[in-house]
Antibody
């Protein structure tokens, strides 16, 4: 079964940092574009960042540009999101999602999410 | 990167049809056919329902269909069933090489 499992979430103080991981199983991560999407409590989905299979093609939402860094280790079949200078507005469930091979504009496999809470 | 505009809520009775609109701009919905729709139950991850405006993946009921006119995309659900009650989100690629989601629509089956 093709699966994504996020980890690394938790409680962090404002101004702090956190690194999220997204482990893929059942498929080879290097073949796929990958995204991070977040959802604040009671709010809608918000796109965060994306990265191509070879690590190129990186783009970010304006709200996280300069603070978040997306990366991947295809040897470990894992996607990452390094989050720095966190604020309360970054509090959300963070999902990683896959773009199917040969396609571009949608995400077919999603993880269950990991919760990030930024609070003092 | 403003969110695409969706109605906050829609409702319908079992067996009826409903449509959810998703309005953007020429820089996103109107400029590309990379519009997709996702269904989300409370506390669960999103599930993709429609891609490239009107394509339906295998396993998704043919009661779900998508369309687009200008800067507005729409998701139509026919023959409403109780299990369709969920939140629905549209998404589009943008000229900035980013993606944008709609604010989400809560579907209530009366």
């Amino acid at each position: 079964e093709e699966q994504l499992v996020e980890s690394g979430g938790g409680l962090v103080q404002p101004g702090g940092s956190l690194r999220l991981s997204c482990a893929a199983s059942g498929f080879t991560l290097s073949t796929y574009w990958m995204h991070w999407v977040r959802q604040a409590p009671g709010k809608g989905l918000v796109w965060v960042s994306r990265i191509k299979g070879d690590g190129s093609g990186i783009t970010y939402a304006d709200s996280v540009k300069g603070r978040f860094t997306i990366s991947r280790d295809n040897a470990k079949n894992t996607l990452y999101l390094q989050m720095n200078s966190l604020t309360a507005e970054d509090t959300a469930v963070y999902y990683c999602a896959r773009v199917p091979a040969g396609y571009f504009g949608y995400m077919d496999v999603w993880g269950k999410g990991t919760t990030v809470t930024v609070s003092s | 990167q403003s969110a695409l505009t969706q109605p906050a809520s829609v409702s319908g009775s079992p067996g009826q049809s409903i449509s959810i609109s998703c309005t953007g701009a020429s820089s996103d919905v109107g400029g590309y056919n990379h519009v997709s729709w996702y269904q989300q139950y409370p506390g669960k991850a999103p599930k993709f329902m429609i891609y490239d405006v009107n394509k339906r993946p295998s396993g998704v009921s043919d009661r779900f269909s998508g369309s687009k006119s200008g800067n507005t995309a729409s998701l139509t659900i026919s023959g409403l069933q109780a299990e369709d009650e969920a939140d629905y989100y549209c998404s589009s690629y943008t000229t900035s090489s980013t993606w944008v989601f709609g604010g989400g629509t809560k579907l209530t089956v009366l």
